[in-house]
């Protein structure tokens, strides 16, 4: 499956950073964390996907650059993980980055995830728009922790017997694991088989949406809600509050939301 290399949306690239300024020096590992940091206004959400699933076949479902930066000034929408991935990998290599994508392994199912590698100053570096890890994680072969605040963080552990890492989120002392992946490099057009199969993936069932909002960071699957700060975590169950939260928090309209259920109960039949 033929996927083009993402620096090539070089013109809807400058287009999506007119609006980044950056004082400090580049290239350097703040200014990596800084570019992701103002990508994170494109929120992970599904809305986008599944109505483009019930629209087309094979690579055309794909949802590119161009695609992704119209839907984001038009509606707000953003994209899942792999549209994500190989943007934010498009924008880094046209800032001067090497990078590579990588596919990562959610507790579930393979191959059902996707983040960035970025090459600097002689080491890698893992930044994942899908998980919302906008600060670059060392990719080294040792367990290392980032501490987001007193009692929250993510950790990054390495199985030398498998030659694997494992992304968990801790609170509390309480760790979870997300994800896992071998560090090695995929090609575009790997990348691309793996992106056209996410769209038959059990998380394309429901609607699910996720953005960070200063310290917080808003979860949104179907009628249940997440919110999580340093200080607290609250969860709540309610259909309309929901639509409230995607209409005033994602602002994403409605009739985008309307539509994508309406895909979802079609194939529900």
């Not at 499956?1 to 809807?12: C, G, H, N, V």
Request: with cysteine; aromatic share 12%; charged share 25%.
């Amino acid at each position: 499956m033929t996927l083009i290399d993402p620096a090539a949306f070089e013109k809807e690239t400058v287009a999506f950073l007119e609006r980044f300024q950056f004082s400090g020096a580049k290239p350097s590992l703040e200014h990596i964390a800084e570019v992701s940091r103002y990508f994170s206004r494109l929120p992970y959400e599904n809305i986008s996907k599944i109505l483009k699933r019930d629209q087309a076949l094979g690579t055309n479902r794909l949802r590119l650059p161009d695609e992704v930066t119209h839907d984001h000034m038009a509606w707000h929408l953003g994209g899942t993980c792999f549209s994500l991935t190989y943007f934010l990998s498009g924008i880094y290599t046209i800032l001067g980055y090497k990078t590579q994508p990588l596919i990562c392994h959610l507790n579930w199912g393979e191959n059902t995830h996707s983040a960035v590698v970025i090459q600097f100053g002689g080491s890698k570096y893992l930044v994942d728009p899908g998980y919302m890890i906008f600060r670059p994680l060392p990719l080294r072969k040792s367990n290392m922790e980032a501490q987001l605040s007193a009692e929250t963080g993510l950790s990054l552990r390495f199985d030398g017997d498998n030659d694997e890492y494992a992304v968990y989120t801790y609170r509390q002392g309480q760790f979870v694991r997300r994800y896992r992946f071998i560090d090695k490099p995929v090609t575009w057009e790997q990348f691309a088989t793996f992106w056209e199969n996410s769209f038959h993936l059990p998380g394309m069932d429901d609607l699910t949406l996720t953005r960070v909002e200063g310290n917080e960071m808003i979860f949104v699957q179907g009628d249940f809600i997440k919110i999580t700060s340093p200080q607290s975590v609250q969860k709540i169950r309610e259909a309309n509050l929901a639509e409230k939260v995607i209409k005033e928090r994602f602002k994403i309209p409605l009739e985008k939301l309307e539509e994508a259920r309406h895909v979802l109960k079609q194939r529900q039949k």
